[in-house]
């Protein structure tokens, strides 16, 4: 949940068999037998395109299974954002050709959306999926040795199946066929078995669930599946909330994100001229009831990035919690603020752009690729003038800087277990020892931001 203190100086303002198969396949996918390139794309020629091109296999599914290797290999997230905001289906593409060896046919609107509806729900629901995959399959090895494009493949088919609904004839047909195309047609004979064994499961309503029984640590592990989490969040939360209160927070947390935007006041773009654009672009939406530049948008996000709105710097991807911290914060013409942990940067442009070009905002942090990003988005939204990045561990920085500041911003890093249902990846990326080790970090952050 994030931690953001704004201050104002002076003031510091399954089965046992199944669970061992999912253990050996978790560690197996830290020593990944397939590569998947993370160079630069390659200009292709129109013939090459040509001879590559597939039109039979569904290009959501091969997108998707390639994102979610990449994903679990480190190379990438759960949405379709690149840094500038621009859908990045033709990059897609050309992952699956480096991958894959071919490509399909482009990626439309529809597509564009069941890519990110798909590797969304497939992360999320990851532990779930590989539960019921290991519980049809014809033995623990089988699911512990799989390699790693068919386990995408599989969870792509189980949650198209199990969580979306879509009809389980096409759903078979199609990832067979992407199965015996990307690996070999023994591969698409096992998927065909085994989604065809869950339709019939789903059917009779007999999916094989783990029961909720036993002592404290086994309910933990069945919740941890039933609800897909880690157990040790699952052991955390239950021990300070109750398993009642545990189990509405990862329903929560498994439920469809909304998002915000915010309207650039800087490039003269208003709240009304916003919601005129999204009544263009057909896309649900409501005002926000706390800020008067941001509005809420549950679905259609695809829409706006295709319109090109978020390239354009005319709004910009932002909660409305972030939005929240920076109205206490109540950045003024001509003041001078520290934002102390910037990127990826959110804060600080608007904070920016409410100094009405007068003043300053020095954004400080210690990943300078982000502050890179942070810089070039600065001039998309035209705050660039207002905004100065500055390379640096805030710790040391502060020890060794005499300059007073109007107002400062810490906006720690922190564990983002309250954004789970918006970074769908991150439950799978934390351990416990990391709320320690946050925790230590936080506490220097705070008393360096208090000299």
Not at 86 to 107: A, Q
Request: charged share 25%; proline share 4%; hydrophobic share 40%.
């Amino acid at each position: 949940m994030s931690m953001a203190q704004a201050v104002s100086l002076p003031r510091i303002l399954v089965s046992t068999d199944a669970s061992k198969a999912l253990s050996k396949q978790a560690a197996s996918t830290r020593k990944p037998r397939t590569s998947i390139s993370t160079k630069k794309r390659v200009r292709v020629s129109p013939s090459r395109r040509t001879q590559n091109l597939n039109l039979e296999v569904s290009p959501h599914r091969a997108v998707s299974a390639v994102r979610l290797m990449r994903i679990q290999l480190g190379g990438a997230f759960a949405d379709l954002l690149n840094k500038k905001g621009k859908g990045s289906g033709d990059n897609e593409m050309g992952y699956v050709e480096r991958t894959l060896g071919f490509r399909t046919k482009d990626l439309d609107d529809r597509d564009l959306r069941l890519v990110t509806d798909i590797v969304g729900g497939t992360i999320r629901w990851r532990r779930y999926l590989d539960h019921l995959i290991c519980s049809l399959c014809h033995d623990e090895k089988t699911f512990s040795s799989m390699e790693p494009l068919l386990l995408q493949i599989l969870r792509i088919g189980f949650y198209e199946i199990v969580k979306l609904d879509m009809p389980p004839y096409a759903v078979v047909d199609e990832n067979v066929r992407l199965a015996k195309v990307a690996l070999r047609p023994g591969a698409g004979n096992l998927v065909n078995g085994i989604l065809r064994k869950l339709v019939l499961l789903k059917e009779n309503n007999s999916l094989p669930l783990p029961k909720l029984e036993g002592n404290d640590r086994a309910q933990a592990r069945a919740l941890a599946t039933i609800y897909s989490h880690p157990v040790w969040m699952v052991r955390r939360w239950t021990k300070y909330l109750g398993q009642e209160e545990a189990i509405k927070l990862m329903v929560w947390n498994n439920s469809d994100p909304s998002f915000s935007l915010r309207a650039n006041s800087r490039k003269g773009v208003t709240r009304a001229d916003l919601v005129m654009q999204l009544n263009l672009l057909k896309v649900p939406h409501e005002l926000s009831l706390h800020l008067d530049e941001f509005i809420r948008v549950k679905t259609g996000l695809q829409n706006v990035i295709q319109a090109g709105l978020l390239k354009e710097g005319l709004c910009a991807v932002q909660d409305e919690s972030a939005g929240l911290v920076v109205a206490v914060v109540d950045p003024q013409p001509g003041q001078s603020i520290v934002d102390c942990c910037a990127a990826p940067g959110g804060k600080t442009l608007y904070m920016a752009s409410r100094l009405s070009g007068q003043g300053l905002v020095y954004a400080i942090d210690i990943n300078k690729g982000r502050l890179r990003i942070l810089k070039e988005t600065a001039k998309l939204h035209q705050v660039n003038s207002v905004i100065r990045t500055i390379h640096a561990d805030f710790r040391t920085f502060a020890d060794n800087s005499t300059v007073k500041y109007d107002k400062v911003l810490l906006d720690a890093p922190c564990s983002g277990l309250g954004v789970l249902s918006k970074r769908a990846d991150l439950r799978w990326n934390r351990r416990l020892e990391d709320m320690e080790e946050l925790k230590i970090l936080q506490d220097e952050l705070l008393d360096a931001a208090s000299l």
